[in-house]
């Protein structure tokens, strides 16, 4: 049996902060491994690191030490073009969704669309069913400030869906919304995890929301200390 | 990202502040319109006194004056630039001059300021010696009579007079007209103490209007006198310049007559033709344009300033926005062109508007001086022209115009696309 390369592979990785003189260790020799069609909970406290774990597996920063692989490419080896190429295979959901306020739900979908070269029709079709998937068919030409706060994570999780990424990366997804949206919003995740086969990793400090997720790793102090299957 | 899609984004930034955006692009608008204004009008002025100079110009002519180097200028209004040779040119010299090849005749030109009194009006003109007949001859289309005859043996006590001796106001109110008794009235200050020489003359012609400047040619604002007359009035065989008719006006024989005149007269004179005035009038020109838009530069210089600290400014607002952008994989080459794009964008809005409006205050300060009698004074003394300006916006003008607009835009954009472009994902998208 021929093993397909892991999603995202870490081989002892470590990133050291220097904050004014003191140098703090983000991360001590991390080593995770998320294949494909996987849903992986990386939950932790604050100053656990899981945020630098985030950055470094999202190709955003670079390890101080020890190595990130996506799609079995090593990081490191990537100069600036080449990164932001891989990025693009990257779904990115952010905590306070990072929306661009002056494009309508529609436009900013239609962003790393049009990033990645696409011409203004394939962008338009993909758009529109991309929010159709997360329900938001009806408000397309609305701009961020008219929508709510679910309805930008919908929107941010169209628009991380657009270049049909090999996983999706979150940052507390529901961090900054009500429970009953929070719910809908992990009900979505779930569905594309099931039923699109997206994988996705999932940070957060939620032990509620980790529960959601098929495996979970528990980080502490720069170091996972525990990894749960939940099947 | 395409073309056309790094340009719609970058419009669609400049979209969200409108004012700001607007102001911006208004200080390009200001450079530009100060650049074309000047110019349009600084050529529209050569190119009216160009003009002027041609009609009343004939350009085969040259006129040959003492003292070598000084050119037209030694020899005209009283010495500017003179040499300082001792040499004198003499009312005989037309003499030598006209033996030499391609010269079909010669008129010396005897010159003093001085006034003409008709009852209680004077009016300030100069007094020119030449001789009638060839004269005419030379400047067939200029020293023309409007009214009376300009006689070819002239008695010592008869005059012409230019239009605007005739009617220096132009107004109707006659000085003189033909057959008049008016008095010539020259400042003798070979003399001490010096005195009025006056001379009682009869007004033979009006001569028609010249218009224009006329450096070396008829005058508006002339007496002639016979050459004779001249020579003892003014006590001196010695002339300011002598007026060379030639027989071709090509660019070979007024080469070949000026240096045979040079060295008939072994370097002691200088001639010149009329198309090197109209050059050292286009050169003069040239220099006056390039200051001119030198100044007008610099407003442009400090609204590039502007777009660099509004730049900056834009720059720091949006680092989230960037790190957004480079998140979804946008390359740093992508965010620079974003960035450069804006500016293009103002420096080409402010281009196309600044020159819209150089070009409406061009013709709005044209009509002032037009309306405003613009008076000159012109090389020989009390010429009065009244011009009208036109201004002038040549292709290389409103081409350049538009390109330096854009170009100061861009470079001074450079520094603020350059360090956007040089964000780190990871810390724009913390910046908060």
């Not at chain 1, 952010?94 to 962008?123: M, T």
């Not at chain 2, 008709?118 to 030449?130: C, F, I, P």
């Not at chain 2, 916006?393 to 350059?418: E, R």
């Amino acid at each position: 049996m021929v093993l397909a390369t892991p999603v995202v592979e870490t081989a002892d990785l470590k990133k050291t902060y220097i904050l004014g003189k003191v140098p703090v260790n983000a991360l001590r020799g991390v080593n995770l491994k998320v294949e494909k069609g996987d849903f992986v909970a990386i939950l932790g406290p604050s100053g656990s690191g899981k945020s630098t774990l985030l950055n470094m597996i999202g190709a955003l920063d670079k390890p101080t030490e020890g190595k990130v692989f996506i799609n079995g490419v090593d990081v490191s080896t990537l100069n600036d073009n080449q990164l932001a190429d891989l990025r693009r295979s990257i779904g990115f959901v952010f905590q306070f969704f990072n929306l661009i306020p002056r494009l309508d739900a529609k436009g900013n979908v239609e962003l790393p669309l049009s990033i990645a070269g696409l011409d203004k029709n394939e962008r338009r079709k993909r758009a529109e069913e991309l929010l159709e998937t997360v329900g938001l068919k009806e408000r397309m030409k609305h701009k961020p400030a008219e929508l709510s706060g679910g309805e930008r994570q919908r929107v941010a999780i169209a628009r991380a869906l657009a270049n049909n990424p090999r996983f999706l990366l979150m940052d507390e997804p529901t961090g900054n919304i009500d429970s009953k949206t929070a719910k809908e919003i992990m009900g979505l995740v779930k569905r594309l995890n099931k039923d699109e086969g997206v994988t996705i990793i999932m940070i957060t400090h939620d032990q509620h929301l980790a529960t959601q997720a098929k495996k979970i790793v528990k980080m502490l102090d720069g170091s996972i200390i525990k990894e749960i299957d939940q099947l | 990202m395409k073309l056309g899609d790094v340009f719609s984004y970058a419009f669609s930034a400049i979209r969200l502040r409108k004012l700001r955006a607007g102001l911006t692009t208004l200080g390009v608008v200001i450079g530009i319109a100060a650049i074309v204004a000047l110019l349009s009008i600084s050529q529209g002025l050569q190119t009216t006194i160009t003009d002027q100079l041609q009609s009343g110009f004939a350009t085969d002519t040259l006129i040959v004056s003492p003292g070598s180097g000084g050119g037209i200028f030694s020899g005209v209004g009283g010495g500017i630039g003179s040499s300082g040779s001792d040499f004198s040119l003499v009312v005989t010299d037309t003499q030598v001059i006209d033996e030499i090849e391609g010269v079909v005749t010669s008129a010396a030109v005897i010159q003093e300021v001085g006034s003409v009194m008709s009852g209680d009006r004077t009016v300030t003109s100069l007094v020119v010696g030449v001789d009638f007949g060839v004269y005419s001859e030379i400047y067939g289309s200029t020293f023309v009579a409007e009214s009376g005859e300009i006689p070819l043996n002239p008695d010592n006590d008869t005059v012409v007079v230019g239009k605007r001796v005739s009617d220096p106001w132009q107004n109707g109110t006659i000085v003189c007209s033909v057959d008049d008794a008016v008095e010539i009235v020259w400042a003798n200050t070979t003399v001490r103490p010096p005195k009025n020489e006056t001379q009682l003359v009869t007004v033979a012609a009006v001569l028609e209007e010249v218009g224009g400047l006329s450096l070396t040619g008829p005058s508006d604002s002339a007496v002639y006198i016979p050459i004779s007359q001249a020579q003892s009035f003014f006590g001196t065989d010695e002339c300011d310049r002598i007026v060379v008719k030639l027989a071709s006006e090509d660019d070979s024989t007024i080469e070949a007559v000026s240096e045979a005149i040079e060295d008939a007269f072994s370097n002691q004179v200088s001639v010149t033709s009329a198309t090197a005035v109209l050059d050292i009038i286009s050169s003069v020109f040239s220099t006056i344009e390039l200051f001119l838009a030198g100044i007008a530069a610099i407003s442009l210089l400090v609204a590039g300033v502007g777009i660099m600290n509004i730049m900056i400014v834009s720059l720091m607002e949006r680092t989230r926005e960037i790190g957004i952008l480079k998140a979804l994989g946008m390359k740093s080459r992508t965010v620079l062109a974003i960035f450069i794009s804006e500016a293009v964008i103002v420096g080409l809005l402010g281009a196309v508007f600044g020159v819209g409006l150089g070009w409406l205050l061009a013709n709005v300060a044209a009509r002032v001086f037009t309306g405003g009698g613009f008076a000159v004074a012109g090389e020989q003394g009390a010429v009065r022209g009244q011009f009208a300006i036109t201004p002038v916006i040549t292709p290389t003008v409103l081409l350049g115009a538009l390109g330096f607009g854009i170009i100061v835009s861009v470079i001074f954009a450079i520094y603020p696309a350059w360090r956007a472009s040089r964000l780190k994902p990871v810390e724009a998208l913390r910046y908060e």
